[in-house]
T-cell receptor, first 116, second 113 residues
């Protein structure tokens, strides 16, 4: 299993500003994932963060808006840049249990972001 | 592409009622299937999983069977409790590619005493 600490747990931000969310894992993992959960919606993958390489972004998400750092195997950050009210969501960090079929993903508690 | 279609909510039940939340999927490969639960104010937790056809995942009285012929993974519980009130997400992961999950839209369950 993996224990994921994510912070801040919530924040209220002014439009036009940026917020950096931190994700710390209690073990070394190859891949870390950042998801967004808009109000009343499901989780949508933003990007996959691999240590030592550029993050891989899903369709509709770009690095300029959501820059990601992955300095080592236990830590990652996601920045939400130049925020607008449409960015109000819960952002979740996740790690997978490995490539086997019988593995599960683990999630942080999430960061609840409100942009005003 | 890969996708998960989940029964729309919200669902409201009385305590001890029977619960079914439907989930169907489309996948380019042979997926593993999961149900995650999100209790109010908390992150996602794995509820149960199944990795191959006809497998039954079970946990906390919840069950789901991997039906390849109907591409379904319906969640059931025979007698719900107030503490089961949460949002339930069906998800899949296709092996051989990235480890990312594809989620359904979630179903909010409220159980009244």
């Amino acid at each position: 299993s993996a224990v994921i600490s994510q912070k801040p747990s919530r924040d209220i931000c002014q439009r036009g500003t940026s917020l950096t969310i931190q994700c710390q894992v209690d073990s070394q993992v190859t891949m870390m994932f950042w998801y967004r959960q808009q109000p009343g919606q499901s989780l949508t993958l933003i990007a996959t963060a691999n240590q030592g390489s550029e993050a891989t972004y899903e369709s509709g998400f770009v690095i300029d808006k959501f820059p990601i750092s992955r300095p080592n195997l236990t830590f990652s950050t996601l920045t939400v840049s130049n925020m607008s009210p449409e960015d109000s969501s819960i952002y979740l960090c996740s790690v997978g249990g490995g490539r086997g079929r019988n593995t599960e993903a683990f999630f942080g508690q999430g960061t609840r972001l409100t942009v005003v | 592409g890969d996708s998960v279609t989940q029964m729309e909510g919200p669902v409201t039940l009385s305590e001890e009622a029977f619960l079914t939340i439907n989930c169907t999927y489309t996948a380019t490969g042979y997926p593993s299937l999961f149900w995650y639960v999100q209790y109010p104010g908390e992150g996602l937790q794995l509820l149960l999983k199944a990795t191959k056809a006809d497998d039954k995942g079970s946990n906390k009285g919840f069950e789901a069977t991997y039906r390849k012929e109907t591409t379904s993974f319906h969640l059931e519980k025979g007698s719900v409790q107030v503490s089961d009130s949460a949002v339930y997400f069906c998800a899949l992961r296709v092996q051989g590619g990235s480890e990312k999950l594809v989620f359904g839209k979630g179903t909010k369950l409220t159980v009244n005493p």
